[in-house]
C-alpha cells in the first residue's frame, strides 16, 4: 500500500512544479495580441495558429457568445516555427537585389484561434486595415499593398478565410494539408494548394503492414469528408493485400463526454493508424498523451504536435510511432537564422519575450510590459527541447517557405510587365489590385512545377519518419525509409530496420494480427462469421506440404516425392523393389537356393540308387524329369527378387508357367501310369502296348504345348512390364513387374490348377492299389497341397502391396515346390538312405507272402 501511495504522489510532482511555475509567471504574459505586423512595400497576410484558449470541457458561456467558461491560454510553440520560416523567407527576398530590387515585403500576422466567428473577424481587421476598433467593409484608406493570405494548417479554416476572399478575388495560398474541397476552381478559383495531394499514402501505410505482417489493425480517421475518402482508400489497398480492420473509429468535431466511448476496444490491436490534419487530431493526440497509451505503434500522416508539461518524467505514448510525411526537397538555413533570433531584433514579434520569459527567465516591467534589459541577450531558441520548439523543418514550414518565393516571384514578374508598359512612372507602379496576381501565380506554378491551382503530381513520394521520445521530451524524429508509388513493384518501399525504436514493452517487431499465423504444415481455415484475418489453423493432408506461413491452401507434393512428418518440405522417394540386400528378399533367396541344393541332392541320391526297386518302380524317368523340373521351378523364384527389368519380367511368368506345367503334367503322367497298370479295364494286349509304349509319357509334351499357348498369346497382347507404385510405401517408390493381362495371368494360373486338380483325381483313384512302393497316395497329398497353395494365394496377393504382394508370389512358388518334393521324395529318400533293408527284392517278397497267406486265412 506504501509503494502505490508513493509512486501515485511521485507521479504528481510534475502537475505541481507546473502549477508552481504558472503562478510566477508574470500577468504580461497573458496580455496577449491577436497580431502583429511588419512593414514592407506589399504585404503578405499569415494567418497562423500559435495560441488559443483551451477549455478541456469546453462549456459554453451562459451569456458572452462563442466564449467558453473555465478557459485557460495554450500557445502551440511548435507553431511558432510557421513565423520563423516566413521571416526567414522574406529577410531572405529583402535582401536579394536580383528578386524586387528596391522593394521589400512585410506582413500581417493574425493568429487564428477555434471559433469561425474570431477567424472571420481577423480576416475583415486584415483587409479594411481598421484595427480591431471597427469594421467598415469595402471601405480601406489605409493600405493599398495586400498581395496574398497565407492560411493554414486546417482546411476548415482556408476554407472559412477562402470563402471570403474570394469575393474579392483575393488570392490565398494555403499551407497545411492537401484537401480536395480547396481543389475546386469553381468555389474557390483563387485558392492556392501548396500540399502536394495524399494519393498513394494510403498504399504506402498498407505496404508498411504488409512489409511487418501486421494483419489486424485500428483505423482513427475524422468525422468529415476527408475522413470518408480515405477510408474508402483503405479498405480497398487493404481487401487487396489481405489486411483486416480490427474497429473503427471517427473522430468528433468536439469531445463531449460521449466520447468517452471512444476509448473502447483500444486494446484488440497493438498497431492503430491515424489519418487527419493537424487541427483535426489535437484533441485526439491530446487524450492519448494525456491517457499513456504506451503498449501501441502509432501510424501518422502528421508529428504529434504535444506541447503541454509532461505528466510523467520518461513515458510518453508517441513514442515508437511510424510516421509518413511528404518528401521534402526544400532546403534551407533555418537552423543558423533561428540561432539568431531574439526579442530585441524583432521587436515587433508578440511571441519572443513570452519565450525568453518562460524559458530564460526573463522578467516584464510592471509599467509597460517590456522585457527587461538584463536579460540573456546572448540566449537561442535552438537550445530548447523538440517538444517545444522543433529544429526540423517541419513540412508546413516547407509549405509557407515555398509560398512567401511564389509570391515573390509573382510579384517580380508582374512589376517587370508594368515597368515595360508604363516605363516612365517612377514608383508609381506599386499600386495595384490582389486579383491581378493569380495570373502571375498560375505562370509561376506551370513553370517550377508547384502544387499551386490543383497541380499535383500523379503520385507522391513520402519519407518515413520513427518518433524517438524516451525519455520524455527527447522529440527526434529519424528517418528509417521511404515510400514512391512511381517506383517499380517490390521496390516502392524501403526500409532499415534496424533503426527503428519500438514502442515500450516491444523488444522486437510487434505482432498484430487477429489470430496466431499458422505456421508452416498447416493451412488457415477461414471462421464462419469472422474476418479474413481471423481464422483457425488445420494440418495439411496426407502427402500436402505448406512451407510459409497462413497459406489458403496446402500444395500437393509429385508423385515422385514424400511429405515429412512437419508437412513443410516434399523429400525424393528412394526406388524400392524385392532386393537381395533387403532381409525378406535374402531369405526368400536363401530358402530357394536351399531347396534347389536340396533337390539336387535327391536326383543325385536317385542317380546313385536307380538300380534298387523303389527308384525302379517308381518311373525312373519321370522321377528324373521331376526332379529337374522342380528345380528350374524353385530358382525361377529368383528372378522376382533383384530390381526388375523388362526381360526379368518376361522371363520370370514364362518359366514359372512352364516350369510348373512340366512339373504337374509330370506328375500326371505318374499317376495316369499307376491307374493305366492297375484299375483300366482294356484287354491285356492295349494295356501292355501303353506301358510299352509309355504313352502317358506324351502328357507332357500336349499340356506344356498347351501351357505355352496361352503365355504366347499373354506375350503377344499384353505382355508384362515394369511399372512403378508410388503408394504402396511411404518415402519409397516401388519397382516391381506388371502383369500385363491380368486375365492370362489368371489363365495360366487357372490351368496350372486345373492340372493339379486333374492330377490329384488321378492319384486319388489310385491310393488303394496294393503295390509295396505306390506313390499314390504322396502324389494326391502334393496336388492337394499344391491346389490349396495357389488358391490362397488368389486373394492374399491381391490384398497386398509393394514388395509383400512380391514376396507374396514367391513364397507360394518355394512352398507349392516344396510340396511336391516333399510329399513325393522324401519318403522314398527315407527308405533309400534310412532303411535299406525295405529297399530289397527279398524284403519285397517276404510282404507279398505275409499278405497272401493273410488273406487266405480271412
Known amino acids: 500500500m506504501f509503494y502505490w501511495i508513493f509512486i501515485s504522489l511521485f507521479l504528481q510532482i510534475p502537475k505541481c512544479v507546473t502549477a508552481f511555475i504558472t503562478l510566477n509567471i508574470s500577468m504580461c504574459f497573458y496580455k496577449t495580441p491577436e497580431d502583429f505586423h511588419r512593414e514592407g512595400d506589399f504585404v503578405i497576410g499569415a494567418f497562423f495558429p500559435i495560441h488559443t484558449y483551451y477549455s478541456q470541457n469546453k462549456v459554453p458561456h ?47 500576422f493574425y493568429n487564428v484561434r477555434f471559433t469561425k466567428k474570431e477567424t472571420l473577424m481577423n480576416v475583415c481587421f486584415w483587409l479594411t486595415a481598421q484595427g480591431q476598433k471597427m469594421i467598415l467593409p469595402n471601405y480601406n484608406c489605409v493600405k493599398s499593398n495586400f498581395t496574398t493570405a497565407l492560411t493554414g494548417t486546417s482546411w476548415t479554416t482556408s476554407a472559412q478565410i477562402g470563402t471570403l476572399l474570394q469575393l474579392f478575388k483575393f488570392p490565398q495560398l494555403s499551407f497545411g494539408s492537401y484537401d480536395p474541397i480547396l481543389s475546386d476552381r469553381g468555389q474557390y478559383s483563387s485558392l492556392y494548394q501548396l500540399a502536394p495531394k495524399d494519393s498513394s499514402i494510403s498504399l504506402g501505410i498498407v505496404s508498411l503492414m504488409v512489409h511487418f505482417r501486421w494483419s489486424w489493425v485500428g483505423l482513427i480517421l475524422p468525422d468529415d469528408h476527408k475522413g470518408n475518402i480515405i477510408l474508402s482508400e483503405f479498405r480497398e489497398d487493404m481487401e487487396r493485400n489481405g489486411i483486416c480492420i480490427a474497429f473503427l473509429k471517427m473522430i468528433p468535431i468536439t469531445w463531449t463526454a460521449y466520447f468517452y466511448k471512444f476509448w473502447e476496444n483500444m486494446d484488440e490491436t497493438n498497431v492503430i493508424i491515424i489519418y487527419g490534419d493537424i ?39 508517441f513514442h515508437g510511432s511510424l510516421i509518413f510525411t511528404h518528401h521534402n526537397r526544400a532546403s534551407f538555413e533555418l537552423t543558423k537564422f533561428i540561432q539568431t533570433v531574439n526579442p530585441y ?27 527587461s534589459p538584463n536579460c540573456q541577450s546572448n540566449a537561442s531558441l535552438d537550445v530548447l527541447p523538440s517538444h ?50 493569380n495570373i502571375f501565380l498560375k505562370d509561376i506554378a506551370e513553370r517550377d512545377n508547384m502544387n499551386l491551382g490543383g497541380r499535383e503530381k500523379l503520385n507522391a513520394e513520402y519519407d518515413i519518419l520513427n518518433f524517438w521520445n524516451l525519455p520524455k521530451g527527447l522529440g527526434q524524429k529519424v528517418k528509417i525509409g521511404s515510400f514512391s508509388a512511381n517506383a517499380s513493384e517490390g521496390q516502392q518501399l524501403s526500409l532499415s530496420e534496424k533503426m527503428i525504436q519500438w514502442p515500450e514493452g516491444f523488444s522486437e517487431i510487434p505482432q498484430s494480427v487477429c489470430s496466431k499465423n ?18 483457425s489453423c488445420t494440418p495439411c493432408a496426407d502427402n500436402e506440404i505448406s512451407n510459409d506461413t497462413d497459406v489458403d491452401q496446402c500444395v500437393k507434393c509429385p508423385e515422385s516425392h ?75 523364384s529368383l528372378t522376382f527378387i533383384g530390381q526388375p527389368n523388362a526381360a526379368s519380367c518376361i522371363l520370370q511368368e514364362i518359366i514359372f508357367g512352364v516350369a510348373f506345367t512340366v512339373a504337374l503334367a509330370t506328375v500326371l503322367a505318374k499317376a ?35 501351357q505355352l499357348l496361352l503365355c504366347g498369346l ?82 492374399v496377393y491381391h490384398s497386398t502391396k509393394g514388395k509383400v504382394m512380391v514376396a507374396m508370389e514367391v513364397f507360394s512358388i518355394l512352398a507349392s515346390s516344396a510340396a511336391l518334393l516333399g510329399f513325393i521324395f522324401a519318403p522314398k529318400c527315407y527308405i533309400i538312405l534310412l532303411r535299406p533293408e525295405k529297399n530289397s527284392f527279398h524284403h519285397i517278397r517276404d510282404k507279398t507272402r505275409f499278405r497272401r497267406n493273410k488273406s487266405l486265412k480271412i
Not at 492519448?288 to 504535444?306: D, Y
Not at 499458422?518 to 481464422?535: S, W
Open 62 to 108: 451562459p451569456t458572452l457568445p462563442y466564449q467558453y467558461m473555465d478557459n485557460y491560454l495554450h500557445y502551440n510553440f511548435k507553431n511558432y516555427q510557421y513565423i520563423l520560416a516566413l521571416l526567414f523567407a522574406l529577410e531572405e527576398i529583402n535582401g536579394n537585389p536580383n528578386l524586387l530590387p528596391n522593394i521589400s515585403i512585410g506582413f500581417d
Open 279 to 317: 487541427d483535426s487530431l489535437t484533441g485526439l493526440v491530446r487524450n492519448i498523451g494525456q491517457r499513456l497509451l504506451t503498449g501501441k505503434v502509432w501510424v501518422m500522416n502528421i508529428e504529434p504536435h504535444i506541447t503541454d508539461f509532461a505528466d510523467y518524467f520518461m513515458l510518453d505514448s
Open 345 to 371: 531584433k524583432y521587436p515587433e514579434d508578440i511571441y519572443l519575450p513570452k519565450f525568453w520569459h518562460l524559458f530564460f527567465k526573463c522578467s516584464f516591467s510592471d509599467i509597460d510590459c517590456q522585457l
Open 388 to 437: 517545444i520548439l522543433d529544429m526540423a523543418i517541419s513540412e508546413e514550414s516547407s509549405n509557407i517557405y515555398k509560398a512567401v518565393y511564389a509570391v515573390a516571384h509573382s510579384l517580380h514578374q508582374m512589376r517587370l510587365q508594368q515597368i515595360q508598359m508604363q516605363p516612365h512612372q517612377n514608383g508609381e507602379g506599386k499600386n495595384f489590385f490582389p486579383w491581378q496576381l
Open 518 to 535: 499458422c505456421v508452416p504444415g498447416f493451412r488457415k481455415v477461414i471462421l464462419e462469421g469472422k474476418a479474413i484475418c481471423c481464422y
Open 562 to 636: 514424400y511429405a515429412n512428418a512437419e508437412k513443410n518440405h516434399c523429400f525424393q522417394k528412394t526406388v524400392s523393389f524385392l532386393d537381395y540386400d533387403d532381409p525378406l528378399g535374402r531369405t526368400l533367396a536363401s530358402v530357394a537356393v536351399s531347396l534347389s541344393a536340396l533337390t539336387a541332392f535327391v536326383t543325385g541320391v536317385f542317380v546313385k540308387h536307380r538300380d534298387t526297386p523303389i527308384v525302379k518302380a517308381n518311373n525312373l524317368g519321370l522321377s528324373y524329369t521331376l526332379l529337374i523340373t522342380l528345380t528350374f521351378c524353385l530358382l525361377c
Open 672 to 706: 495316369i501310369t499307376v491307374v493305366i497298370a492297375f484299375k483300366v479295364t482294356f484287354p491285356g494286349r492295349m494295356v501292355r502296348w501303353l506301358m510299352t509304349s509309355r504313352a502317358p509319357n506324351y502328357v507332357i509334351p500336349i499340356c506344356t504345348l498347351i
Open 714 to 795: 499373354w506375350m503377344a497382347t499384353s505382355p508384362p512390364f515394369i511399372d512403378q507404385d508410388f503408394q504402396a510405401e511411404h518415402g519409397h517408390i516401388l519397382l516391381f513387374c506388371n502383369k500385363g493381362s491380368s486375365v492370362a495371368f489368371h489363365c495360366v494360373l487357372g490351368y496350372l490348377c486345373s492340372l493339379a486338380l486333374g492330377g490329384y483325381t488321378m492319384a486319388f483313384l489310385s491310393r488303394n492299389l496294393p503295390d509295396t512302393f505306390n506313390e499314390s497316395k504322396f502324389l494326391s497329398f502334393s496336388m492337394l497341397v499344391f491346389f490349396c497353395v495357389w488358391v490362397t494365394f488368389l486373394p
